[in-house]
């Protein structure tokens, strides 16, 4: 017999890799800008390094291991990146249904990424997510100044709608957001859609592999 779950009071999603297909996109243009600053890195590399992680932690991290970045990297790599990133970014598939569940249930729904507003505003725009969840839904490591893996953007989501932290789930698809998710004390499915989801499910996160499965894990079928 499947598991039941209870309906959450909010649902916290994460921007990259859950909302939008943009995981892979963004560490394409990442890798080639490190491995032309002393650090040789391809796509495959920088997601299982990088993702999560604010811009400034990644900077930190490529310091740390070998890369010379001028002191105005962070801005030229997402220049970059951005510029990539208005050429069309897929959603993740099956999300849109979930989130039409979630309205028809009447669970209110946020987003809470490490990400940049810009960065989103250029990535969820073109679907109609942007006016969606900006500007009371949307909590951002940049706008906020503070970054996951500290629990502080998902207690600031909680905070705003007026909800206790373990009533709300949280939606990740990198360790850093589930190890975030555990500090706020509040409740992890880990999206894994291109491997077996074990660095999630080391963060305590509850790990699936299509979206068509997170309505049940949500209490919502």
């Not at 250029?122 to 900006?134: E, K, N, V, Y």
């Not at 999206?191 to 989801?197: I, L, N, R, S």
Request: net charge negative; hydrophobic share 45%; aromatic share 6%.
């Amino acid at each position: 017999m499947p598991q039941t779950y209870p309906r959450p009071d909010l649902v916290i999603f994460d921007c990259d890799g859950v909302l939008v297909d943009s995981e892979r996109i963004f560490n394409a243009v990442l890798a080639e800008d490190l491995s032309t600053r002393g650090l040789p890195m391809t796509t495959e590399v920088s997601l299982p390094t990088f993702a999560g992680l604010a811009m400034s932690a990644v900077a930190v991290k490529a310091t740390e291991m070998g890369a010379d970045l001028p002191q105005n990297w962070i801005t030229e790599v997402y220049d970059k990146a951005y510029a990539t990133l208005r050429e069309g970014v897929p959603l993740i598939p099956g999300i849109l249904d979930v989130l039409a569940q979630l309205d028809a249930t009447g669970i209110p729904t946020c987003v809470a990424s490490n990400g940049r507003e810009e960065k989103m505003k250029i990535t969820l725009a073109p679907h109609g997510l942007w006016d969606r969840f900006h500007p009371n839904a949307m909590f951002s490591a940049h706008t906020m100044k503070v970054a996951k893996p500290d629990p502080g953007l998902f207690l600031a989501a909680a905070a705003h709608f007026d909800v206790q932290a373990r009533t709300c789930v949280v939606i990740e698809d990198s360790a850093i957001g589930a190890r975030a998710a555990a500090r706020a004390g509040m409740q992890c499915f880990g999206y894994a859609a291109h491997d077996e989801g074990t660095a999630l499910a080391e963060e305590g996160a509850e790990v699936f592999h299509q979206m068509s499965d997170l309505p049940r894990r949500l209490g919502l079928s």
